[in-house]
């Protein structure tokens, strides 16, 4: 840093006076500049809140008249997928919609109707202007029976219980059976036995195989352990699990048993490396005893 202490200054620039010296600067046009500033500051703030109003206004405007409008008044709905639903069922979906606006109807709650019928396993809803509404309905597809002593009911293959089923209507559906004695069945609701989700999985396997008549097929769950098919006037012990190998091995034996003229009465797979057949009758000349195979 420089020491200014010892410099010397030319006599031109000295004075003789010790007093202060103070100058008056004149800023009256720049005073002027700034007040004209706030002015034209304040008017443009004005004008822009004026066109905030004036756009507010006009849009209030614009959506009364749209919502009362008799070209955007709902005049019919549209309506794809569906084969189960009933006229009631779909009025009671879609009832809503007559005569109301198509930008203030709620959706929404349409949506949630919908889903309220077990039938129905999504739905999607779009506005289709200026008067019209478009309803795509994925329905639930029956896959199985599900017998208990409170009734028989239709079940999808992921074993939601869709509808009750009258079992002198039954013949209308080709469709396997799961029997559970003690299973209280609520529609709308998915299964929750152990057994009957271990039966639905055994039935999608033999859906998968083929070679099976499904509608003479009768899985009884009521437990997983236990779990067994009446097929053909057989019975086949399967157990949880492995049911692509068991299956497999199932097929192996009964080629086995009809090529030897054995009438059994059931198949046990359940055991990990054995086969167990109760033969009912060989060649006709009465009862049988257990056979035990690989």
């Known amino acids: 840093m420089r020491d200014y202490k010892n410099v010397k200054v030319p006599k031109k620039y000295r004075t003789s006076s010790n007093r202060v010296t103070v100058k008056r600067v004149e800023m009256g046009r720049a005073s002027r500049g700034i007040a004209k500033g706030g002015l034209k500051s304040a008017a443009l703030k004005c004008l822009v809140i004026i066109v905030i109003a004036a756009g507010s206004w006009l849009g209030w405007q614009a959506y009364r008249i749209i919502t009362h409008a008799d070209l955007f008044q709902i005049a019919g709905v ?114 929750t036995s152990e057994g009957l989700g271990e039966a639905m999985m055994l039935l999608s396997e033999i859906a998968t195989q083929g070679g099976w008549r499904l509608e003479d097929v009768t899985a009884k769950a009521d437990n997983s352990e236990a779990l067994s098919l009446l097929y053909a006037g057989h019975e086949f012990k399967l157990g949880n699990g492995r049911y692509k190998e068991k299956l497999r091995r199932l097929a192996e034996v009964m080629a086995d048993v009809n090529r030897r003229g054995l009438d059994v009465a059931y198949v046990d797979l359940r055991p990990d490396r054995q086969v167990a057949v109760m033969v009912k009758n060989y060649r006709g000349k009465g009862p049988g005893s257990g056979v035990k195979g690989k």
């Not at 569906?82 to 006229?87: A, G, I, K, Y």
């Not at 009671?92 to 919609?97: C, S």
């Not at 779009?126 to 896959?143: G, T």
């Not at 509808?163 to 002198?168: A, F, I, L, M, N």
């Open 78 to 191: 549209d309506v794809k997928g569906v084969r189960q639903l009933s006229e009631a069922d779909l009025k009671t979906i879609v009832g809503a919609f007559t005569g109301q606006n198509i930008f203030r109807v709620d959706l929404d709650a349409t949506v949630r109707r919908a889903r309220a019928n077990a039938w129905v396993k999504s739905v999607s809803i779009y506005r289709n202007l200026p008067n019209r509404i478009s309803m795509v309905i994925i329905e639930r597809v029956p896959f199985a029976f599900l017998d208990t002593s409170g009734g028989r009911y239709l079940m999808d293959s992921e074993g939601v219980i869709i509808d009750s089923v009258r079992k002198e209507n039954a013949s209308a559906w080709s469709l396997p059976i799961v029997a559970v004695k003690g299973y209280r069945a609520r529609i709308g609701e998915q299964v």
